[in-house]
């Protein structure tokens, strides 16, 4: 299973070598996967969560693409209705292409009512229209003389009926945001049944978790997955892994703005899941080469 960060593309702390420090950060310690959000008007309803400045999502992935080498890098999710589908396809597709092939692309349908106001966007029109977006952005992507978008996958995020179907009929994976792991194996289900509904196969899992580390356990039905000590961040993370996720995404933003002024804090939590990580992947690798010495 690989394990990616979603790092703060907004908020006071945020600069571009805040994001650079970040993006390096997060590559060293090993990660697989760094991604970041999308909003494009700093509405009030969007600044209560998403303080400005922000950052677009294309404009920071491709200059972080640069200052990169492995690292896969995408969005969390980006909001589909906000652009032209052809726009959508083309700066995915050139992304894609300038940064080697390491382009995820998590969509969604979006909240944040005044934001689709000012956008000039029907927010009760932006189920339908991220439906009708997706499938453009894929017939474009047919166009391989033109676009060469490469293999991008889609990481349909949401949690409503209607997102799940969306997950099933047009996405690669199900990109979840923020859960209990009681609700997630219920959604999972709900999943697998619309899925069946559809005759398609259900669509891979690649969820996204808050990371927030303390001294003592996190107790309560309402724990978040991601909340508590280390070792009930291993202990998730083993729990999404045998769920079947193929990738899970940390999220170490709280949701204080103040939090971007010290990303340090959450460096320091990021770097405690990646020992531990190394840790338990040599313990494995030990007990492998022990049980076929033995055998």
């Given at each position: 299973m690989e394990i990616g960060v979603n790092v703060p593309n907004f908020g006071p702390g945020t600069d571009p070598d805040t994001l650079r420090r970040w993006a390096r950060t997060v590559e060293g310690l090993g990660f697989d996967l760094l991604m970041v959000s999308d909003h494009v008007v700093v509405t009030p309803d969007v600044a209560e969560q998403y303080p400005a400045p922000f950052y677009e999502p294309f404009t920071t992935l491709?200059?972080?693409?640069?200052?990169?080498?492995?690292?896969?890098?995408?969005?969390?999710?980006?909001?589909?209705?906000?652009?032209?589908?052809?726009?959508?396809?083309?700066?995915?597709a050139n992304l894609n292409r300038l940064?080697?092939?390491?382009?995820?692309?998590?969509?969604?349908?979006?909240?944040?009512?005044?934001?689709?106001?000012a956008l000039g966007v029907p927010f009760e029109r932006r189920g339908r229209l991220t439906d009708d977006h997706l499938r453009a952005i894929r017939a474009a992507?047919?166009?391989?003389?033109?676009y060469r978008a490469g293999d991008i996958p889609f990481w349909v995020g949401g949690h409503s009926d209607a997102a799940l179907r969306r997950a099933v009929r047009l996405g690669d994976a199900w990109h979840p945001l923020r859960f209990t792991l009681p609700w997630l194996a219920g959604a999972l289900d709900r999943l697998k049944a619309v899925a069946a509904e559809e005759g398609r196969a259900a669509p891979a899992l690649?969820?996204?978790?808050?990371?927030?580390?303390?001294?003592?356990?996190?107790?309560?039905?309402?724990?978040?997955?991601g909340e508590g000590t280390i070792d009930q961040v291993t202990e998730d993370l083993e729990?999404?892994?045998?769920?079947?996720?193929?990738?899970?995404?940390?999220?170490?933003?709280?949701?204080d703005p103040a939090e971007t002024l010290h990303p340090e804090t959450?460096?320091?939590?990021?770097?405690?899941?990646?020992?531990?990580?190394?840790?338990?992947?040599?313990?494995?690798?030990?007990?492998r080469e022990r049980s076929d010495h033995d055998g």
């Open positions: 491709s200059w972080l693409a640069g200052v990169t080498d492995r690292i896969r890098l995408g969005t969390t999710v980006l909001i589909v209705p906000y652009r032209h589908p052809l726009l959508v396809a083309r700066m995915a940064s080697g092939g390491r382009l995820v692309l998590g969509v969604a349908a979006g909240w944040a009512r005044q934001e689709f106001e992507w047919e166009e391989d003389d033109d690649v969820p996204r978790m808050i990371l927030r580390l303390t001294e003592t356990p996190v107790t309560g039905p309402d724990r978040l997955a729990r999404l892994r045998l769920l079947g996720a193929e990738t899970v995404v940390l999220d170490p933003f709280g949701g959450a460096w320091r939590a990021l770097a405690a899941v990646a020992d531990r990580r190394r840790t338990l992947t040599t313990g494995n690798t030990i007990a």
